[in-house]
């Protein structure tokens, strides 16, 4: 179902909009796994490793388990599995804690930020490609709207905000 033009100009009824909104964002995500399926971007590291890494290396200080499952939206037992995978690749060490030495503190390595800056950039080409010749304005209001909806489901699910 699409939202149709009312007849005297007026907004489509709510439900029109979330309907149109719920459609789009099963395109949306059908196209970001078309996108991942035909990009060599994520080769050396996977989706969860390089936005794992971006966390860490943004984190004023390394976080324990738990708090870094909470800034990602995960379940703590999820998180410590791709924590362990990092520490297979080298992109990440544990250490104890000093206050507390039950609880391990998770560090990016210097080979995973160097990776994950990587990846980063070549993200950074996709979009740019992809988005090439739409003006500022759009790019600055597609920004603000993927922004307030990220807020909208760490609000809900009680994650971090990006």
């Known amino acids: ?12 009824p709510r439900a029109d909009l979330i309907d149109r909104i719920e ?5 949306l995500n059908r196209n970001f796994e078309l996108l991942h399926r035909r990009s060599e971007t994520h080769t050396e590291m996977d989706r969860s490793e390089y936005l794992m890494l971006r966390t860490l290396g943004a984190a004023p200080e390394p976080p324990d388990i738990n708090a870094l499952a909470t800034m990602l939206g995960l379940n703590p037992s ?13 992109f990440a060490t544990t250490t104890p804690d000093p206050a507390d030495r039950r609880r ?17 950039e070549r993200r950074r080409e996709g ?5 090439d010749g739409w003006d500022e ?9 993927f922004r307030k ?3 909208a489901v760490a609000r809900k699910h009680f994650t971090r905000e990006p």
């Not at 007849?7 to 489509?12: K, L, R, S, V, Y």
């Open 137 to 145: 304005e759009d790019l600055r209001l597609l920004g603000e709207m």
């Open 149 to 151: 909806y990220n807020v």
């Open 78 to 90: 999820t998180a410590g599995r791709q924590v362990a995978a990092l520490r297979r690749k080298g």
């Open 104 to 120: 391990s503190l998770i560090t990016p390595t210097r080979a995973g930020l160097r990776l994950a800056a990587q990846v980063r």
């Open 23 to 27: 459609r789009q964002a099963a395109f």
């Open 127 to 131: 979009f740019a490609d992809l988005l």
């Open 1 to 12: 179902m699409t939202a149709e033009p009312q007849p005297d100009g007026a907004e489509p």
